[in-house]
């Protein structure tokens, strides 16, 4: 079964600064889908970037980046130039293809604090 | 704007009782997800459906069990709610081929917080 691991339970960051956030994951696929989650105070989960694991290009969307290695099954999330709306839960996920389902499996979290 | 609903925020029962928490989603998808939070744990996957009247354990499934008997709805039970069922549960929607799945990801409702007294 595929599963991930965010080793950080809590990180802080200060305002203006770049923070990294682990992630990794196992699988014996070699095709498969990665995204980073945001879950802020309100509680709405936002997909906040996402990754194609057969494309070697690390994906971007504005000041959030990923560290993409596959063959270390390791998945960061960089977020540059930090703002106070960055603090949040941030979740990694993996989606599993099995049997023609297809389901989302979580990690358990990183909480970000934002100092200013 | 698309959409999941979640029927409550809040929810508080008592030991015992049958719960339903309803999710409706109006983006025509296939896939729908209950999912489970709690600190430190993450989100645990329940049950997820791909289809009307299809249904799938997740990972913790034991005291659980789900309806979809309509494409946009997929309602949770508790068939007798326990005290350490007290949580947050978060329902999902997603397309279901790859691409369009990769596309826009999984769309979360707003939770609800489930307190078991």
């Known amino acids: 079964a595929q599963t991930v691991t965010q080793s950080q339970p809590e990180m802080s960051v200060q305002e203006a600064e770049t923070v990294t956030l682990s992630c990794t994951y196992d699988?014996?696929?070699?095709?498969?889908?990665l995204f980073w989650y945001k879950q802020p105070p309100s509680r709405q989960m936002i997909l906040v970037i996402r990754?194609?694991?057969?494309?070697?290009q690390n994906a971007t969307e504005n000041r959030f980046s990923v560290n993409f290695q596959k063959a270390a099954k390791s998945f960061s999330l960089k977020i540059s130039d930090s703002q106070l709306g960055d603090a949040a839960m941030y979740f990694c996920?993996?989606?599993?293809?099995?049997?023609?389902?297809?389901?989302?499996?979580f990690g358990k979290g990183t909480k970000l604090t934002v100092n200013p | 704007d698309v959409k999941v609903t979640q029927s409550s925020r809040y929810l508080v029962k008592r030991t015992g009782e049958k719960v339903f928490l309803e999710c409706v989603q109006d983006?025509?998808?296939?896939?729908m997800f209950w999912y489970r939070q709690d600190p430190g744990l993450g989100l645990r996957l329940i049950y997820f459906s791909y289809d009307v009247k299809m249904k799938e354990k997740g990972d913790i499934p034991e005291g659980y069990s789900v309806s979809r008997e309509k494409k946009e709805r997929f309602s949770l039970i508790l068939e007798s709610a326990s005290t350490n069922q007290t949580s947050m549960y978060l329902c999902?929607?997603?397309?279901?081929?790859?691409?369009?799945?990769?596309?826009?990801?999984?769309?979360f409702g707003q939770g609800t917080r489930l307190t078991v007294v």
């Open positions: 699988t014996s696929e070699s095709d498969y889908y």
């Open positions: 999902a929607s997603s397309p279901r081929t790859g691409v369009a799945f990769f596309i826009s990801g999984a769309f």
């Open positions: 996920a993996y989606r599993s293809y099995q049997g023609g389902s297809e389901k989302l499996v």
């Open positions: 990754q194609e694991a057969y494309k070697q």
């Open positions: 983006m025509d998808h296939e896939n």
